[in-house]
Structures are given as C-alpha cells and as structure tokens.
T-cell receptor
Framework: GQNIDQPTEMTATEGAIVQINCTYQ??????LFWYQQHAGEAPTFLSY??LDGLEEKGRFSSFLSRSKGYSYLLLKELQMKDSASYLC????????????WGAGTKLIIKP | ETGVTQSPTHLIKTRGQQVTLRCSSQ?????VSWYQQALGQGPQFIFQ???????GRGNFPPRFSGLQFPNYSSELNVNALELDDSALYLC?????????????FGNGTRLTVT
C-alpha cells in the first residue's frame, strides 16, 4: 500500500531557511504536489514535481528524487506568515491517480 | 475570478442524522472532488466528479454520496451520521482531469457530530 511520511512539526527562525522532507512509497508514481494550509483555511497550491530535480518559485523550491521516493520543500527568507502546515501529496497509478496526502508538517516560525 | 465556495461553514448534527454540504467550483472548472480532513491529518479522498459523472472514489462507505450539477457545482451527502464523521470537509475544483493540474480548495465545512 501507499505510505507518505513527513515530520509532524518543525520550528525555524524568521529570516532563516527550512527544509521540509517528504518520503513516499507507491507504485506507478505520477507526480507530487506541495500545499500550504493555514489553520482553519483551505490548502493552497505551492508546487508540482513529476521529473527529478529542483523547481524554484520565488522563496519556495521543491525537489524530487523518484528513485529514492523523496521530495523536499525549501523555504527561504522565512516570514512569520509562513507559519502553517505543509502538505505533501502524491499521485500514483496505485490509487487510480487520485491524490494521497501526507499528514502535513506544522511549521512554527519564531522571531 | 470567483474561487471555490462552500456552505455552510460550520454545522452541528446528531448521530444518525443526514447532512448535505454544498460547493460551487471555481469559474471554468468542470472537475470537483471532495475530501475529509480530520484534525491534524491530511485530506482523505472521498470522490471526484467530472462533467456530472462520478469518476473516482476513495475508501468511503456508500452512505457518502454526491452529485454534480450542470453548472459544475456539487453536493456531498452523508447519511446515518457517525461520531467519526466529525471533520473538515473540503471541496476542490480543477479545470479538467489532467494529472498535473493543481486543485483549488474551498475553505471547507466543519462538521461536528454529537
């Protein structure tokens, strides 16, 4: 069966850099998404990776290694508003291409 | 451009009752999916509708059912509510079935079953 693992919680300092890891085990991988979710709000799309490598989008970057079943989300120049949960979600043939979600990583930014 | 809107925002029901949650998809989006998100967990896929037909379903019992209307809005119906149904129910839309297309979520309906 599928399994997606993320750390439950991370703490970082305003202005710093943080890396949130996501590992997955699935059959027929077909893409990985990162979403941000502030408490009580909807998840919002951050990035998409389907090929190996780094995708950069402003302060946020996402990396994928399909052979290792591994992705990370890199957040630079952290701001207080980045305090949120970060969700990793995978599409795979095994799940009929529906998104399977990790439990999310709660990121706490301290001044 | 109007985003995804869901109603109601909060709802309290008693075990055994039935509930209907509503979702208006983002303009131009013909695909709607519903998710259940328990506190501290990621969303769990319930089902997806494309052009008024259900075209994918997660591991949820038949008492979870849905509809999509010609204007692509959607309903989620849950019968015989159980305490474990208490969760945030999220609706998401996308402009098609493309696998690379990101989902656009509404703010959800917080359902509490007592």
């Amino acid at each position: 069966g599928q399994n997606i693992d993320q750390p439950t919680e991370m703490t970082a300092t305003e202005g710093a850099i943080v890396q949130i890891n996501c590992t997955y085990q699935t059959s027929g991988f077909n893409g990985l998404f990162w979403y941000q979710q502030h408490a009580g709000e909807a998840p919002t799309f951050l990035s998409y990776n389907v090929l190996d490598g780094l995708e950069e989008k402003g302060r946020f970057s996402s990396f994928l290694s399909r052979s290792k079943g591994y992705s990370y989300l890199l957040l630079k120049e952290l701001q207080m508003k980045d305090s949120a949960s970060y969700l990793c979600a995978v599409r795979a043939r095994e799940s009929n291409y529906q998104l399977i979600w990790g439990a999310g990583t709660k990121l706490i930014i301290k001044p | 451009e109007t985003g995804v809107t869901q109603s109601p925002t909060h709802l309290i029901k008693t075990r055994g009752q039935q509930v209907t949650l509503r979702c208006s998809s983002q303009s131009g989006h013909n695909t709607v999916s519903w998710y259940q998100q328990a506190l501290g967990q990621g969303p769990q896929f319930i089902f997806q509708y494309y052009r008024e037909e259900e075209n994918g379903r997660g591991n949820f019992p038949p008492r979870f059912s849905g509809l999509q209307f010609p204007n692509y809005s959607s309903e989620l119906n849950v019968n015989a509510l159980e305490l474990d149904d208490s969760a945030l129910y999220l609706c998401a839309s996308s402009p098609g079935e493309g696998l690379a297309l990101p989902l656009h979520f509404g703010n959800g309906t917080r359902l509490t079953v007592t």
